[in-house]
T-cell receptor
Framework: KAGVTQTPRYLIKTRGQQVTLSCSPI?????VSWYQQTPGQGLQFLFE???????NKGNFPGRFSGRQFSNSRSEMNVSTLELGDSALYLCASSERDLRNNEQFFGPGTRLTVL | KNEVEQSPQNLTAQEGEFITINCSYS?????LHWLQQHPGGGIVSLFM???GKKKHGRLIATINIQEKHSSLHITASHPRDSAVYIC????????????FGSGTQLTVLP
């Protein structure tokens, strides 16, 4: 099976712009999670989608949003970009919940906000 | 205080040494994941465990639920094991997100 893919891999934006990142999960995986990784805060959970529904959301402002499509592909959007949004954004998929299921990570999108 | 704490933050070892990375957590959990992150960012899941011990090749992970502690061991370490190792907890009652430790940077010297 193909792994989790994320596009684009690198992105440079300026403050105030918005950005959309895309994630294609492993075939058959219905749960998609998004994470932000920064040197200062480490890995932090953004949100999780299952069958097109957001089931869980982390402690991030409303500028961060996402959605999942019927084919389980997911997008996340960040509006009104701030310098602090510069980070590696990781998407991960699993079959269901994480008590009994491994999570598979994509390569990430490195976002730089100037 | 973070809910998931890892130690040490940095670890340098000589090739062949036995390595232990520790993870402790302060909340009830239903499972614990160990992840490996290489330079460039790619993350690989190493183990998922809720009790006892698991072994894959030279890697061993253990968890003691009562003591709220897990360890990752690497036997006969090799330079290719150099990476950041991250433990991540699945909180009881919230099986849909991971709470991460801060990671351990491991460098294995030849």
């Amino acid at each position: 099976k193909a792994g989790v893919t994320q596009t684009p891999r690198y992105l440079i934006k300026t403050r105030g712009q918005q950005v959309t990142l895309s994630c294609s999960p492993i075939s058959g995986h219905r749960s998609v999670s998004w994470y932000q990784q920064t040197p200062g805060q480490g890995l932090q959970f953004l949100f999780e989608y299952f069958s097109e529904t957001q089931r869980n959301k982390g402690n991030f402002p409303g500028r961060f949003s996402g959605r999942q499509f019927s084919n389980s592909r997911s997008e996340m959007n960040v509006s009104t970009l701030e310098l602090g949004d510069s980070a590696l954004y990781l998407c991960a998929s699993s079959e269901r919940d994480l008590r009994n299921n491994e999570q598979f990570f994509g390569p990430g999108t490195r976002l730089t906000v100037l | 205080k973070n809910e998931v704490e890892q130690s040490p933050q940095n670890l340098t070892a000589q090739e062949g040494e036995f390595i232990t990375i520790n993870c402790s957590y302060s909340v009830g959990i239903s499972a614990l994941h160990w992840l490996q992150q290489h330079p460039g960012g790619g993350i690989v899941s190493l183990f998922m465990l809720s009790s006892g011990k698991k072994k894959h090749g030279r890697l061993i992970a253990t968890i003691n639920i009562q003591e709220k502690h897990s360890s990752l061991h690497i036997t006969a370490s090799h330079p290719r094991d150099s990476a950041v190792y991250i433990c991540a907890a699945v909180r009881a009652g919230s099986a849909r997100q991971l709470t991460f430790g801060s990671g351990t940077q491991l460098t294995v010297l030849p």
